[in-house]
């Protein structure tokens, strides 16, 4: 029997939604402060910084950390920790550009690692659309590791 078939199992949370309601607009301001702030300069042709991704999904998603956390029986104060974020874009995000965000969690996996314990990895998606409807101009997979002291 393996180590993971003696641990209790993981909350059933796939498919959990995380559509969002709140719009995300990247003003020509703050994408400006942005490209400063990485030593670069704003695109001239009013495309913001692509890692206004992860700000923007983040932020417009219908859930907040705090919010996934709990979905997944996890307390926010135990320090979930990002594994890796990839992302696909099918446009440029731009600037002054409305944007609402769609998603839901793909899977939550309980694992034992030598070095955390007992963790569970969070995997979601999101994808980022014209707040006025049509097709997503980016998916974004998110990873998490959320460690779970309590089981080790």
């Known amino acids: 029997m393996s180590e993971e078939a003696e641990l209790p199992p993981a909350p059933e949370v796939a498919g959990t939604s995380l559509d969002g309601t709140k719009v995300f607009t990247v003003s020509a301001e703050e994408n400006e402060r942005l490209c400063r702030s990485v030593g670069v300069s704003p695109a001239t042709d009013g495309t913001a910084h692509p890692i206004w991704y992860y700000v923007a999904t983040q932020v417009a998603m219908g859930k907040t950390v705090a919010g996934v956390c709990e979905t997944c029986e996890f307390d926010v104060e135990d320090g979930p920790m990002m594994g890796s974020s990839g992302v696909r874009f099918a446009a440029p995000i731009v600037v002054g550009q409305p944007y609402k965000v769609s998603g839901e969690i793909l899977s939550l996996v309980r694992k034992k690692s030598r070095k955390l314990g007992v963790m ?12 006025d409807g049509g097709d997503a101009i980016l998916e974004t997979d998110n990873v998490w590791v959320l460690p779970r002291k309590e089981l080790a």
């Open 120 to 131: 569970d990895v969070l995997t979601y998606r999101l994808r980022l659309h014209p707040a």
